[in-house]
């Protein structure tokens, strides 16, 4: 592991952001899933301890009419990743679909999302390679039905399958070059089935990854080792710009509660760039060089080293880095 100076790694970096996120609705989803906040709170799982974050009346979908705004200034920046997440399921989004339309059209160089796979039919798996998306990260969790139900809490393991298989027959077929990560997230449960999900998926998914488990900022109990001793300066204050379901920017993504928000782009004089350099996230970044975790979602949350060599860029760059002309 090579040593480096904490903070923005590059001059680019600096000046915008690497990975802008869009979380696009807030407790929206269709799932339940034993290891994600939203799916605690509709097993009635979690407690109303949260500063009232899982109050029905607060979902929400992220604004359409925003969007253009956002993608616009990304696609002047060419080493921005726009990632479209959620507090939920992206696809449940009215205008995904539009969006990922749009921000390739505007000239995003790089435009990628999660999904459960779920809503992910032939149909709407063909509307969504024709956007020209670059890449979809398929949420699977589980080699067999019965540790599907487990995590989940439905009974969509097989649909799941079958349109992930499509996907990929969809994209080789028509010769998208959309790639096609399977994931899943590495837990106890999880580890009789991962050498099993490994060699599947590695046979049809251009990459298969399986997540650090993490807490979302105290939302779920830890595993593993929680030595704070370990921790560093969170590579998230350099790497990610955080936009919430209301288009407000967090200064992390695990804080769904919007405790600690550095601006807001529903603002017109407000834009990525100015938030991005503002001096409230100076200080938040200043304040974690210093040894301090000032934000409430920080909690129990470990930003260790290694964080520095697995956020989503990294990701992204290993992957798109196989070969600079990947073609099928």
Known sequence: ?????????????????????????HYICNSNCLKC?????????????????????KK??????????????IAKYPWSILRFHGRGEPLMHPHYIDMAKYAKKAGVKRVTSFTNVILLDDTYARNLLDTGIDLLELSIDAASEKLYQQFRGTNYFQTVVKNAINLIRLRN???YQTRIIVSAVDCPE????????LNYWNKLADMTIVRPYHTY????????????????????????????PWGQVNACFNDWADHDLVGDLNDPDQTIARIWQNDKFQAIRQSSLDGHADLACCGICLATKESWFSSYQVLIDKLFAKDPNWTL
């Open 190 to 197: 999880f580890q009789e089935e991962k050498e099993t999900f």
């Open 60 to 73: 929400a979908f992220f604004p359409w009419k925003l969007f253009p705004k956002i993608a616009d200034e």
């Open 217 to 244: 900022g105290g939302r779920l109990a830890p595993i593993g080792d929680q030595d704070r001793s370990k921790v560093v300066p969170c590579a998230q204050l350099w790497t990610r710009f955080s936009i919430n």
């Open 1 to 25: 592991m090579k040593d480096f100076s904490y903070g923005f790694q590059t001059s680019e970096e600096q000046e915008f952001p690497v990975v802008v996120q869009i979380a696009l609705e």
């Open 37 to 57: 906040p939203v799916g605690l709170s509709r097993r009635g799982q979690m407690g109303q301890d949260k500063t009232g974050e899982f109050d029905p009346r």
């Open 173 to 175: 077929s028509g010769g």
